[in-house]
């Protein structure tokens, strides 16, 4: 070989980044492809490269054998003893067999060859140096765009950025720099494709490490993130020490570190919060800014009803439940949000129902004791549920003893008689509840068979409104 192709060979591996071992297999591969081409060899061939001098030495690999039966593969023990006098029977021997000159044919072959290698070499350390590093996030430069989709220059590869994957707050203009999240990168008979990413939430954990030491060095830890990208992001952080602040430490000098996130992710809001293991605190911490007066928990659900002022009930729930949204990943939790307004008239609502079902098994309790008095008031005259009075004075009637003998004409008047006989004509068992109350009945007091008067004419009205009733 030259000594301009072994020159050229080494400035081909600088600038690729390809191992000097891998530059000397290609161009053996290539020497080897090309003396078969050449000689139409059919036995093993392999070649020797020195790069000090700049030389290749052919080689042809023969099996020492007593009886030749493939001059191909195999040699007698005489020839091969001309050559090295210690070989024996069955070990190999390599003759040089380097050609003064390779044909047009040849040359070409040995050209494409170490082409095609070069480029498969390339594509190995490509794939090896970036199939490691799925999460990363690295600085490129946006080259093109084909209709939505972005394609970023990472220097040694082209990454894409498909729409799916992109914020609504990124311009991507020709030449831009931005910081991308890296998803993925796939092995492809051209150049590795490596998918990126920049609404991906660990972007933002990512950047929250690039420009928070404490997080950096693992004094500060992320606990849990949740992001809309380009609209809002919660990042939930905790303290290994007592001493430092996680809120603070994130945020920096008059916000300094939390603005370098902002502006990197073109102004998208980011909220940071203090974790907790208390779930009520963290639940309420989740959704500030808003400000909350209490949380419920709720374990065997897993859920949480947070109470918030009138006046904060619209940012806790935020645009669209946004607010809300975000907490609730953030903190894992189901959350429902209700103000003092409404938790009052749930307990309300709550108290009447209970008071009501209080009453109805309070009337349950009356109808299974009310069958032991049915016999006594199934002969009962029928009460017009319209007239209560008159259902009163029928069961005051019902309820005192009818007098058998007439009452004083100086305490009844004489219409008031006649009409008591000509209304209230006695049934059969009124007759024998006359008999059987006649003793009694006789020491009564004037004042009372007058109330008894009174009382049957009442029930003798009830009796002439029924037929009236009936009859209409």
Same mark, same amino acid.
């Given at each position: 070989?030259?000594?301009?192709?072994?020159?050229?060979?080494?400035?081909?591996?600088?600038?690729?980044?390809?191992?000097?071992?891998?530059?000397?297999?290609?161009?053996?591969? *290539?020497?080897?492809?090309?003396?078969?081409?050449?000689?139409?060899?059919?036995?093993?061939?392999?070649?020797?490269?020195?790069?000090?001098?700049?030389?290749?030495?052919?080689?042809?690999? +023969?099996?020492?054998?007593?009886?030749?039966?493939?001059?191909?593969?195999?040699?007698?023990?005489?020839?091969?003893?001309?050559?090295?006098?210690?070989?024996?029977?069955?070990?190999?021997?390599?003759?040089?067999?380097?050609?003064?000159?390779?044909?047009?044919?040849?040359?070409?072959?040995? +050209?494409?060859?170490?082409?095609?290698?070069?480029?498969?070499?390339?594509?190995?350390?490509?794939?090896?140096?970036?199939?490691?590093?799925?999460?990363?996030?690295?600085?490129?430069?946006?080259? &093109? &765009? !084909?209709?939505?989709?972005?394609?970023?220059?990472?220097? @040694?590869?082209?990454?894409?950025?498909?729409?799916?994957?992109?914020?609504?707050?990124?311009?991507?203009?020709?030449?831009?720099?931005? +910081?991308?999240?890296?998803?993925?990168? %796939? &092995?492809? /008979? %051209?150049?590795? @494709?490596?998918? $990126?990413?920049?609404?991906?939430?660990?972007?933002?954990?990512?950047?929250?490490?690039?420009?928070?030491?404490?997080?950096?060095?693992?004094?500060?830890?992320?606990?849990?993130?949740?992001?809309?990208?380009?609209?809002?992001? %919660?990042?939930?952080?905790?303290?290994?020490?007592?001493?430092?602040?996680?809120?603070? *430490?994130?945020?920096?000098?008059?916000?300094?570190?939390?603005?370098?996130?902002?502006?990197?992710?073109?102004?998208?809001?980011?909220?940071?919060?203090?974790?907790?293991?208390?779930?009520?605190?963290?639940?309420?911490?989740?959704?500030?800014?808003? +400000?909350?007066?209490?949380?419920?928990?709720? !374990?065997?659900?897993?859920?949480?009803?947070?109470?918030?002022?009138?006046?904060?009930?619209?940012?806790?729930?935020?645009?669209?439940?946004?607010?809300?949204?975000?907490?609730?990943?953030?903190?894992?939790?189901?959350?429902?949000?209700?103000?003092?307004?409404?938790?009052?008239?749930?307990?309300?609502? #709550?108290? *009447?129902?209970?008071?009501?079902?209080?009453?109805?098994?309070?009337?349950?309790?009356?109808? #299974?004791? *009310?069958?032991?008095?049915?016999?006594? /008031?199934?002969?009962?005259?029928?009460?017009?549920?319209?007239?209560?009075? $008159?259902?009163?004075?029928?069961?005051?009637?019902?309820?005192?003893?009818?007098?058998?003998?007439?009452?004083? !004409?100086?305490?009844?008047?004489?219409?008031?008689?006649?009409?008591?006989?000509?209304?209230?004509?006695?049934?059969?068992?009124? !007759?024998?509840?006359?008999?059987?109350?006649?003793?009694?009945?006789?020491?009564?007091?004037?004042?009372?068979?007058?109330?008894?008067?009174?009382?049957?004419?009442? #029930?003798? /009205?009830?009796?002439?409104?029924?037929?009236?009733?009936?009859?209409?």
């Amino acid at each position: 070989m030259q000594v301009d192709f072994v020159q050229a060979l080494r400035d081909i591996g600088r600038e690729k980044d390809i191992p000097l071992d891998t530059l000397s297999e290609i161009i053996e591969a *290539a020497l080897v492809s090309a003396y078969k081409k050449h000689h139409g060899a059919t036995c093993e061939i392999h070649v020797d490269i020195d790069w000090d001098d700049g030389t290749a030495t052919v080689f042809s690999r +023969k099996r020492v054998v007593e009886h030749v039966e493939n001059p191909h593969v195999e040699m007698s023990l005489a020839d091969a003893r001309r050559l090295d006098p210690t070989v024996e029977e069955g070990e190999y021997l390599d003759i040089e067999v380097s050609p003064s000159e390779f044909g047009r044919i040849a040359a070409q072959t040995a +050209k494409q060859v170490v082409a095609q290698r070069i480029r498969e070499a390339e594509r190995e350390i490509i794939f090896e140096e970036f199939s490691n590093r799925d999460g990363d996030v690295v600085t490129g430069v946006v080259q &093109r &765009r !084909e209709g939505r989709t972005v394609f970023v220059d990472m220097g @040694r590869v082209e990454a894409v950025l498909p729409a799916s994957e992109q914020s609504q707050l990124d311009s991507y203009r020709i030449g831009e720099r931005l +910081k991308i999240y890296i998803l993925e990168v %796939k &092995r492809t /008979t %051209k150049t590795p @494709r490596v998918l $990126v990413s920049r609404s991906h939430p660990g972007l933002l954990r990512r950047l929250f490490e690039l420009e928070v030491p404490e997080v950096h060095e693992g004094v500060v830890e992320l606990k849990a993130q949740a992001r809309e990208a380009g609209a809002r992001s %919660k990042v939930a952080v905790a303290s290994k020490q007592e001493n430092v602040d996680p809120v603070g *430490a994130c945020v920096g000098h008059r916000g300094s570190r939390v603005q370098a996130v902002v502006d990197e992710l073109r102004g998208e809001k980011v909220d940071i919060v203090r974790w907790g293991d208390d779930p009520a605190k963290y639940v309420a911490s989740a959704l500030s800014p808003a +400000k909350v007066s209490r949380v419920i928990i709720d !374990e065997e659900t897993h859920s949480a009803t947070v109470v918030a002022p009138d006046n904060q009930l619209s940012l806790a729930i935020g645009r669209e439940g946004q607010n809300v949204r975000l907490a609730a990943r953030l903190t894992g939790w189901r959350i429902d949000i209700r103000s003092e307004a409404q938790m009052v008239e749930q307990a309300a609502a #709550a108290e *009447a129902a209970a008071a009501l079902e209080a009453r109805e098994e309070a009337a349950r309790g009356d109808e #299974a004791a *009310a069958p032991a008095e049915a016999p006594e /008031t199934a002969e009962q005259e029928p009460v017009t549920p319209e007239s209560p009075q $008159v259902a009163e004075a029928g069961e005051a009637a019902q309820a005192t003893p009818l007098v058998s003998s007439p009452p004083a !004409e100086d305490a009844v008047p004489e219409e008031d008689r006649e009409e008591q006989t000509a209304a209230a004509a006695p049934t059969g068992e009124e !007759e024998a509840v006359e008999s059987d109350a006649e003793a009694p009945e006789a020491a009564a007091a004037p004042a009372e068979e007058a109330a008894a008067a009174s009382a049957v004419e009442g #029930a003798s /009205t009830e009796e002439e409104s029924a037929a009236r009733q009936e009859s209409q």
